[in-house]
């Protein structure tokens, strides 16, 4: 006789959160290592398109926990994909059809826009601007193949 687990899913989203916190901290001191903010967008959109509440609470700790630990706005990352999933993507996939195409899309939209949304939010707060460097084109190369990939 074999026992069933309950609460499978429970258990490996659980696991899949642990990992993704080691991963972060990790990412934090080995700069080439990304954050995988495009990819976390990516999994936001399709759990909201979905409507799977529960992969959708774990991305949003996710995000919560990416913005703890680099520094960002508390929500700002869900605030920002939870617009764009659910004004801009929409309209964007009503013209492009093209797989590839969309995820450049989405790592587009997650990395040098969410700096734009940023660098605005801070200025009109009068805060110090964000920075950019090199490993964010990095970051988004890496991401575009994993997008690619998962797509």
């Known amino acids: 006789m074999q026992r069933s687990l309950p609460y499978q899913n429970v258990i490996s989203q659980l696991f899949i ?19 995988f903010l495009a990819v976390l ?6 759990a909201l398109t979905k409507h799977d509440l529960f992969t959708l ?3 949003i700790v996710m995000l919560l926990v990416l913005e703890a630990e680099k520094g960002f706005w508390f929500g700002s990352t869900v605030l920002f994909f939870t617009f764009l999933s659910r004004y801009v993507i929409p309209k964007i996939e009503q013209v492009i059809r093209c797989k590839t195409c969309m995820a450049a899309i989405f790592v587009g ?7 734009f ?6 200025k009109l707060f009068l805060l110090s601007l964000p920075q950019m460097d090199w490993h964010i ?15």
């Open 41 to 46: 967008f990516f999994s936001y959109h399709n």
């Open 17 to 35: 959160v642990v990992l993704f916190i080691g991963y972060i901290s990790l990412s934090s001191m080995y700069l080439l290592m990304p954050p």
């Open 57 to 59: 609470i774990t991305i």
């Open 137 to 151: 084109l990095l970051y988004m190369v890496i991401e575009f193949m994993v997008i690619a990939a998962l797509i």
């Open 109 to 115: 939209l997650a990395y040098p826009l969410y700096w």
């Open 117 to 122: 949304f940023v660098w605005f939010v801070n």
